[in-house]
């Protein structure tokens, strides 16, 4: 896929709804983008990602709102080939700047694999609080047993002073234990 014309689709997903567009149909354009793109589209995403390049990109965009609309281009087309997308995801963890969207991607494709990618990015970095509110995020999202195991560990070791991170901790296992 053209790196452009991705670039030119993000920018168009993100701009401002003109008085003929509806929010719906916004989401529906996305949708079909993504569909229609499948696992070639996320490569092409987590290649631009893993470039650096997405940021300087984006033209006029909202370099947050270009990330949130990969997030959920990405997540929606890891429903339809989750080990591929965890795998891709999982060469973003070691990227900074892409790391969020990493750790978004695999809480929304979810799976025991996706526990353990996140469980070992914390054990061998040391991550910043916004880094590990996202990573106890994605870690609720995924759910089940796995997480809620990987979630009470990082509870026991968080200092029970980081009010934040804790209360974070305890929203996640909450949203972990719902039935799937």
């Given amino acids: 896929m ?29 949708a079909y983008w993504a569909d229609a793109g499948g696992v070639m589209l996320f490569d092409a995403l987590v290649d631009l990602l893993a470039s650096g390049r997405v940021a300087a990109a984006s033209g006029p965009a909202v ?4 990330e949130v609309l990969i997030v959920e281009v990405l997540a929606r087309i890891g429903t339809t080939a989750p080990a591929h997308a965890r795998d891709k995801a999982c060469g973003l963890l070691d990227v900074e700047w892409a790391r969020g969207v990493a750790i978004d ?3 929304a494709v979810g799976g025991p694999p996706a526990v353990a990618s996140l469980m070992a990015l914390h054990h061998r970095e040391r991550l910043d609080l916004s880094t590990r509110l996202r990573l ?15 979630l009470t560990a ?27």
């Fill in 2 to 30: 053209d790196r452009d014309a991705i670039v030119a689709k993000l920018n168009e997903l993100v701009s401002p709804l003109g008085p003929a567009t509806s929010v719906a149909e916004r989401r529906e354009a996305q």
């Fill in 63 to 66: 370099a947050d709102d270009v």
């Fill in 105 to 107: 991607v695999l809480g």
């Fill in 136 to 150: 106890v995020s994605a870690l609720g999202e995924i759910g089940g047993g796995p997480a809620l195991a990987a």
């Fill in 154 to 180: 990082l509870a026991d070791t968080t200092d029970p002073g980081d009010r934040v991170l804790m209360r974070e901790i305890a929203l996640a296992r909450e949203l972990a234990r719902r039935p799937a």
